[in-house]
């Protein structure tokens, strides 16, 4: 359906394994391209051997009432129907996987009634987002619900799956044990890197025009969470030189914007593409010299990076500047490129220049330390396993 990929990716993995995996969604999100047709409540269908069972919930539009109204219908729904949910599956292990933690009442209960294993998935660190980053008080009672929904899965799971790396401390603090805390990150799949689209023509024929440039690429969403417009600071600094060019490939609300700061500002050096599929992605870094990741200061970040075009750029053997303020990532970890302070235009310009500067081998071996470390340990077939040793 587009967007949600860690559950079909692990759910598939699973099945091939020799596991019956059935995923319980709502059947409408705003995060998928593609939403199911479903006509009535507990409808069922298989895909690439994954039982899909859907629950009606409604549309909405946005972060406002209808989607927290969403949330509450899926959860009701759930819970009123835990007893049937237990005797029509039966199953062995119970997994609570999505951005709000308010399922853990319907996943305890179903897990309890079929005496199953109970396990928690954080996704997103909620309620903390709604207050840290979404300006709602602590003492708002949807903050309140949410904080009481998150102590109560910390405390009653059987293992807590954290996706971000460092949140093992926060959680111990609401209630988890600390022998139940596991890190599994999200990955790649490594045959849609052997079976790739195409880019677009409009793509393909830029980077013809730019062949020979050193081509820092950016690729994902143009938001002020993305913290473009240091991207185009530091671009500013290189636009002297003409054998290095900077391309953001994406969509977003800020991107109109960004371009006319580009254009005002005469900063020659920054191009702007359309954003491709997911399935191109591959094709498209096949194009960039170096990745360029970097994101808006948040207190989020404290809790570690997730961010699926990091592995995607390792997977591609792309020597990677990470210009976040967080703790250690991968990036750092198998010095597969240089992490930077976002804010510390000095610091990025200086990592691009070292990168521009390197030989050819060098930065290959380089790319090569972050494709080994996806191939190693973030391959969906291997955070799979990983995963299955818990159940």
Known sequence: ????????YLSREWVKLGHKVTIVAGDYSHLRKNNPEVSDDFQTEIIDGIEYCWIKTGEYLGNG??????????VRKLYFNARKIADRWCPDVVIASS??????????????????????E?????????????GMSKRHPFVVIMQIAENSAYKHCDKCVALLPYTKEYMVRHGLRADKFINIQ????????????????VHEQFFKEHAGQFVVGYFGGHALSNALDNALDVAKEFVENIKICFVFVGEGVEKKRLIERAESEQIRNVFFLPQVNKK???????????SYMTGADSPLYRFGLCLNKMYDSMMAGLPIVCAFVAPDTLVREYDCGFQCDPNNKVEVVRAIQALYDMSQTDLQAMGQNGRTAIEDSFTY???????????
């Open 381 to 391: 077939q291997k955070l799979a396993r990983r995963f299955e040793t818990i159940f």
């Open 122 to 134: 954080v996704h997103d660190m909620w309620p903390s987002t709604l207050y840290e980053v979404g």
């Open 65 to 74: 009432a209808k989607r927290a109204l969403s949330m509450v219908r899926f």
């Open 99 to 120: 951005t709000y933690p308010l399922d853990t009442y319907a996943a305890q209960k179903i897990s309890k009634l079929s005496g199953a294993r109970y396990i928690h």
């Open 186 to 201: 999200n990955g790649v799949d490594p045959e849609e890197w052997e079976h790739t689209e195409k880019i677009p023509d």
């Open 1 to 8: 359906m587009g967007m949600e990929f860690r559950p079909y």
């Open 280 to 290: 191109a992605v591959p094709d498209l870094l096949k194009h960039f010299d170096c």
